[in-house]
């Protein structure tokens, strides 16, 4: 049975004290939480959480493209099958003994020729030196008496030189060309090639620059290549997979150490 409540002039005399502190109690704590979630926005706002999605969904996304743009540049930069409209070139015949001398001293090759796969599935063009004898800043040497071709730095093979050497072949007056190509150096060429310029003459054994880990490389190395072609646009280097002969069978094997080949250089056809 209900028993009916009168509200006298006295209840409410009792009820609001307790109505007003309530009220203030819960406003008090909703401020404490607020006041809170501004001094350590990190990890308590609210909007933190969505700001920090965000940031992945763009780094992600960054992330995405900057792959399709290294393999695009790779696809670019290297092509394994024909040129079009004709057959890849017949590698010419070394010259006689003693024309080419080894780009560093004291190294051996970490990863051969045709040693792998870029991510966009052309072949290794040129050999990878490297060892123990041959610490970070080691000096690299012009491999032949050549014309200086270009230097610069490049998003893929960091700090690099090229140089365009001639020879001739026993019953062809007509001279063949190689080009040596060095990547990864720790800076630009020496001033011995900086003094001699694009076009100017360096001689075999000149010093021409130090091993580094510039561009993309995963520890320090000389990237060597020798091609029978090669574009340069501005600072980009083009040193094609088709044009590149096996350095290790142009240069010369006394003074070339044996050393482990590296577990993911085994081989890329
Ligand atoms: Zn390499």
């Known amino acids: 049975m209900l028993k009916k409540i009168k509200i006298k002039p006295i209840h409410i005399f009792i009820i609001a004290p307790i109505v007003l502190a309530l009220s203030f109690f819960v406003i008090n704590y909703r401020n404490n939480i607020l006041k809170e979630a501004l001094a350590a926005p990190k990890t308590l706002h609210p909007l933190t959480f969505y700001c920090d999605l965000d940031e992945d969904l763009v780094n992600f996304t960054k992330e995405k493209m900057e792959t399709s743009i290294h393999d695009l540049e790779m696809e670019k930069y290297f092509n394994i099958g024909a040129p079009p409209g004709g057959s890849p070139p017949i590698d010419p015949p070394p010259p006689s003994t003693g024309f080419f001398s080894l780009p560093m001293n004291n190294a051996c090759v970490t990863c051969p020729y045709e040693g792998y796969m870029y991510s966009s599935g052309n072949c290794h063009e040129g050999a990878d030196f490297d060892g123990s004898g041959t610490p970070v800043g080691a000096p690299i040497y012009n491999v032949a008496p050549g014309i200086i071709k270009g230097w610069g730095l490049s998003s893929l093979y960091g700090y690099w030189v090229a140089i365009e050497h001639s020879y001739t072949l026993p019953g062809n007056p007509s001279p063949t060309t190689l080009i040596s190509f060095y ?7 020496t001033s011995e090639v900086q003094t001699a310029g694009v076009g100017g003459s360096i001689d075999r054994g000149i010093y021409i620059g130090r091993m580094g880990n510039t561009g993309n490389s995963h ?17 980009e280097p083009w040193p094609r997979y088709i044009y590149s002969v096996n350095p290790e069978e142009y240069l010369p094997t006394d003074g070339l150490g044996q ?6 250089c085994g081989g890329c056809h």
């Open 259 to 264: 050393c482990v080949i590296l577990p993911a």
């Open 183 to 189: 990547a990864h150096m720790i800076e630009l060429p």
């Open 219 to 235: 520890g320090a190395h000389l990237h060597f290549a020798l091609l029978t072609t090669m574009e340069i646009n501005g600072q």
